[in-house]
Each structure stands twice: as structure tokens, then as C-alpha cells.
């Protein structure tokens, strides 16, 4: 079974605070996504990775940065964080080739507060 | 208009029931159709997926993809309780990369 852990479950930070979210996978998967999902908003895709070191902008990536050193771990980095950067955010993962290997995993999220 | 399309629900069946949940999507380059199921404060899981076009059966859930309508389906069986939770459908051109996902039903079954 594909496992994608998210280091946190529940965060609590100060608006202005530099913050780190964590990502790892054990499947050996190419690619790596960070959603963030809000009531009514559904999921909104901030950054994804398809290789090491490499990461393209999603839709909302404003306020938001990304490192990809290793395949198997993506962190998603709030620069300066802000109370509307209040949200549940979800990592996921997916390989490349095989049909079955495509559809994305995900972690349980990490729900974090900003004060 | 969105690329998929879902009710939000929420629907509240009865135990037992068939439950039917239902997206539209308006792509019809899009190859990849996921289910997921998604528990209160839980990342969605994986339920389903199907490639290209028919039907996929696992255990009580079955999967419909009717491309020439873009309707995506998932049937659940003799519904139970611990089915109640939110189901997002999926779809994608290139499976795992550009995926877009409906809102979300919230579903009920009540014992």
C-alpha cells in the first residue's frame, strides 16, 4: 500500500511566523502535490513536483514555496504566514507509467491554525 | 463551468440502501476517473479508478464511466454506516499529473 505521511496532523503558528509543512512517500513516486482544501473551496493544488528539484506553480501559489531535495519528500514553506493561510493542507503522490501507479495517494493532512 | 461537476449532497440514506453518486465532467480528453472517500478530518482514499471507459467492480462499490454522455458514476451496495463520509470524484488527461477534482458528496447512512 502506497503511504504518504504528513509530519503534523495539527499545527498551531503566528501570523509572521516562517512554517514548515512536511511530506514524505514511500513509493518511489515521481511526482508530488500540495493541495490545501477549504469548506466550499474543495481542493485547490499550491505547488507540485514531478522531479527532484523541479516544481511548477497550481492555481493558488501565492504566499507559498516549495523544496524538493529528495524524491521521497516535499515540503510545502508559508514565507510569512497570515491568518487566511488558515486551512487543512493535503500531500499527495503518484508514479508515472503503468496505469495503475497514476492515480494520486494521499496523506491525512495537516490542519493548521494561524493566529 | 467547472471542469467536474457534484452535487454537494448532503444525501442520507437509510442501511441497506443503493446508494448512487453521480459527476459530470466537460473534457473529453480525460482518460482517468478516481473515486476517493474522504472521513471526517482524514486525507481522501483512494476508493476507485478506471482507465478509459466500462465499469469496475470491488467488493460492494462499482465504478461507471459513460464517456459519450462525461458521467461518472459510483454505486455502493447494501450501504452501511462507516460509509458515511464525503466522496469526491476525479478525473484526469495524463492519470496522476492534472487532476481535477468535484466537491465533494457529503454522505449519511443512518442505522
Known amino acids: 500500500d502506497v503511504k504518504v505521511t504528513q509530519s503534523s496532523r495539527y499545527l498551531v503558528k503566528r501570523t509572521g511566523e516562517k512554517v514548515f509543512l512536511e511530506c514524505v512517500q514511500d513509493?518511489?513516486?515521481?511526482?508530488m502535490f500540495w493541495y490545501r482544501q477549504d469548506p466550499g473551496l474543495g481542493l485547490r493544488l499550491i505547488y507540485f513536483?514531478?522531479?527532484?528539484?523541479?516544481?511548477e506553480k497550481g492555481d493558488i501559489p501565492e504566499g507559498y514555496s516549495v523544496s524538493r531535495e529528495k524524491k521521497e519528500r516535499f515540503s510545502l514553506i508559508l514565507e510569512s504566514a497570515s491568518t487566511n493561510q488558515t486551512s487543512m493542507y493535503l500531500c499527495a503522490s503518484s508514479g508515472t507509467g503503468r496505469p495503475d501507479d497514476q492515480p494520486q495517494h494521499f496523506g491525512d493532512g495537516t490542519r493548521l491554525s494561524i493566529l | 463551468q467547472k471542469e467536474v461537476e457534484q452535487d454537494p449532497g448532503p444525501l442520507s440514506v437509510p442501511e441497506g440502501a443503493i446508494v448512487s453518486l453521480n459527476c459530470t465532467y466537460s473534457?473529453?480528453?480525460?482518460?482517468?476517473f478516481m473515486w476517493y472517500r474522504q472521513y471526517s478530518r482524514k486525507g481522501p482514499e483512494l476508493l476507485m479508478y478506471t482507465y478509459s471507459s466500462g465499469n469496475k467492480e470491488d467488493g460492494r462499490f462499482t465504478a461507471q464511466v459513460d464517456k459519450s454522455s462525461k458521467y461518472i458514476s459510483l454505486f455502493i451496495r447494501d450501504s452501511q454506516p462507516s460509509d458515511s463520509a464525503t466522496y469526491l470524484c476525479?478525473?484526469?488527461?495524463?492519470?496522476?499529473?492534472?487532476?481535477?477534482f468535484g466537491a465533494g458528496t457529503r454522505l449519511f447512512v443512518k442505522a
Open positions: 513509493m518511489d513516486h515521481e511526482n
Open positions: 476525479a478525473t484526469s488527461e495524463t492519470g496522476g499529473f492534472k487532476t481535477i
Open positions: 473534457n473529453s480528453a480525460f482518460q482517468y
Open positions: 513536483s514531478y522531479d527532484v528539484k523541479m516544481k
